[in-house]
């Protein structure tokens, strides 16, 4: 285990900070362990996994160390997610342990609501905890006193390389959430390919950007601790907008999906050399435009800018393609950088719907084996079945399918095209989104595109509607007609909407499916506002205290001129808010944060 080692090696120097404070090697160990002791004298029903419900805190690290050195894999659950689906993953799971954060309380109450099975919650940081236990009574707690009280800190180091590491559960076609068993052969073999790569040690400061529910987490985690440098975990109000963390924390490795840079880009906070103290900067979890390499490039220009590839089957990334400056832009292929060349030990193949093995430049469904590649879905033959399968008839590789269209060059780089399923029928006719986004890049001057098939009937749409952002006109009718140009009639846009952004996900990324819920939303003339960029911020800090957040981040005043006082501690889907906003004037950014459904659906 390589925190071991570096705990060893480092015990007085930082290995976490997180929520303001900092802890050594040796305090975070100490805490790892004394959780790790109750974990095992409390153990019930020998199940391999622990749940953890903890949020940026010291809990949230300690509790997963804790968890594995006890010898269990864990289980992030996020408290931004609705409760019945986070009631639902601990159910797949069968936890009958669960570690809580003091931040995540609230939420656990939502939590037990119609939690049938056994379960013993522990709260480290609690003193008492009576509403709970007069609420919920069948259930057994642990509070500080009784991990304090437990028998000194234990690691296990006898772990099985197959044992579960982390089971992390991903969106289901079915609605239901599929878990995903990452086994410590899969991580181990992940880290020791990424740090051959990359010369990092104890003086390194590595972003922890991504939710623990989002494996880019167990890159920052482990790949820190495996060299004894310290892991800085951003600040929820500094998630979207960690231009002055970077610089604050003089941070050595930044790690995200390529959104982020989008958005700091709009907010004008990717000047040339923002970032003079990077050394690394990894993308990875959807598609990276070229242009938003370049940009980064620029604002990090000591850094090393690699794009990196994998589903969470393959176990964070399993390819990388090394950006250069000079040659990069010409390597991209329909305004994306390349995916790259599988990790070394890993392999990949590309195959056509009958599983034949595709010759260079043919597009296909990219295939994953190899050491980093997961056995499985947890619990669920079936879908495993569906998805983990032998490519021709002379070998026992087990493969997966990883749904992204993908072609290989002379070289074996390999370059995405798009999704499997992202291959739509327009009034019969196949076609490509990426292919139709390719174009629309060009039409509208900017890389913040994205189209959606509008509307499907029976499982074909009968066209195809944009949604650009980046702009801030666009002439609707001079893109559409570009588009004219170089697609075929089906594939034209029906209309493109300027949008001040596109809307993301939990994970940062681009979010399609709020997309077709403002579509179906508008076409029903519904009226309900959309939070977009701030998702989650407008909320929890008010209007005021967003616009002063974006001041500190930026290093600008913002100077609002309204006619009427703001509304105070509005909330998002509130019509008065909107309405303030709507009439602020700003010398340097307009303060839209919610996207208001003004669009008219012809």
């Known amino acids: 285990m390589g925190f071991l080692e570096s705990s060893a090696r480092f015990a007085s120097r930082p290995a976490l900070v997180v929520d303001g404070e900092t802890l050594t090697y040796r305090e975070l160990g100490r805490k790892a362990g004394e959780l790790a002791s109750v974990l095992l004298r409390t153990e019930e029903a020998n199940s391999p996994l622990v749940a953890i419900l903890a949020y940026r805190s010291v809990t949230a690290y300690a509790g997963i160390l804790g968890i594995l050195a006890s010898g269990r894999g864990y289980v992030p659950l996020n408290p931004k997610f609705p409760a019945e689906r986070t009631r639902r993953m601990l159910i797949l799971s069968r936890c009958s342990q669960l570690i809580v954060g003091k931040e995540c309380v609230p939420h656990l109450r939502e939590l037990l609501e119609g939690f049938r099975q056994p379960l013993t919650v522990i709260l480290p940081e609690m003193a008492e905890v009576t509403d709970l236990q007069t609420d919920f009574p069948f259930r057994r707690y642990l509070l500080s006193k009784d991990i304090f009280a437990s028998h000194g ?9 197959q044992a579960i590491a982390y089971l992390l559960f991903t969106s289901g076609t079915t609605g239901e959430p599929k878990g995903v068993p990452v086994t410590h052969s899969n991580v181990r073999s992940y880290i020791d390919y990424m740090c051959g790569q990359c010369d990092l040690n104890e003086s390194d400061r590595l972003s922890q950007h991504s939710d623990l ?7 920052d985690i482990f790949v820190a601790w495996e060299r004894g440098a310290c892991l800085y975990c951003l600040p929820e109000r500094a998630v979207l907008l960690p231009a002055k963390f970077i610089r604050d924390n003089a941070l050595t490795a930044w790690f995200s999906v390529p959104s982020i840079i989008s958005v700091l880009s709009k907010m004008k906070l990717l000047e040339p050399d923002s970032f003079p103290s990077l050394r690394y900067s990894f993308f990875c979890g959807e598609p990276l435009p070229t242009s938003y390499a370049q940009l980064w490039q620029n604002a990090a220009s000591q850094s090393i800018v690699e794009n990196l ?45 009958d599983f034949n093995i595709l010759s260079n430049n043919q597009a296909g469904e990219l295939f994953l084996a190899g050491s980093q590649v997961a056995a499985g879905y947890w619990n669920d033959p079936e879908k495993t079945g569906a998805k983990f399968v032998r490519l021709g008839t002379s070998e026992d590789t087990i493969w997966y399918r990883t749904g992204d269209l993908v072609k290989e060059d002379w070289t074996g780089c390999m370059y995405y095209l798009g999704r499997i399923d992202d291959q739509v029928k327009i009034r019969g006719y196949r076609a490509e ?24 009937r029976d499982g074909s749409a009968d066209g195809v509607v944009a949604f650009v952002s980046g702009q801030k006109t666009l002439d609707e009718g001079k893109a559409l007609k570009y588009c004219r140009t170089y697609l075929p009639g089906y ?16 994970n940062g990324k681009v979010d399609r499916r709020g997309l077709i819920r403002l579509l179906e939303g508008a076409r029903a003339e519904i009226t309900e506002d959309i939070d977009l960029i701030t998702d989650g911020l407008l909320d929890s800090m008010g209007l005021g205290d967003l616009l002063l957040f974006v001041e500190e981040q930026t290093g600008r005043p913002i100077d609002l001129k309204a006619e009427e006082p703001m509304p105070y501690r509005p909330r998002k889907s509130s019509s008065s808010t909107l309405g303030w ?22």
């Not at 529910?213 to 890159?219: A, K, M, P, R």
């Not at 390719?438 to 509208?444: E, F, I, Q, S, Y």
């Not at 846009?493 to 001040?500: K, N, S």
Request: net charge neutral.
């Open 309 to 353: 590839y994998g589903p969470t089957e393959a176990t964070i990334a399993i390819s990388h393609y090394l950006w250069d400056r000079n040659h990069s832009p010409g390597e991209c292929l329909n305004g994306i950088c390349p995916i790259g060349w599988t990790f070394a030990g890993q392999r990949s193949s590309i195959a056509d719907q």
């Open 433 to 456: 989104l990426q292919e139709i986004e390719a174009v629309l890049r060009k039409a509208c001057g900017t890389d913040q595109v994205v189209s959606v098939a509008w509307p499907v």
């Open 153 to 161: 800190p234990v690691f296990e180091t006898t772990v099985s390389a």
């Open 213 to 219: 529910t989002f494996d880019l987490s167990v890159h």
């Open 491 to 506: 594939m034209v846009p029906q209309r493109i909407y300027a949008i001040e952004a596109l809307p993301l996900n939990v």
């Open 581 to 602: 906003l709507s009439r602020c004037r700003t010398q340097l950014w307009r303060p839209t944060c919610c996207w208001q459904k003004s669009m008219t659906m012809n």
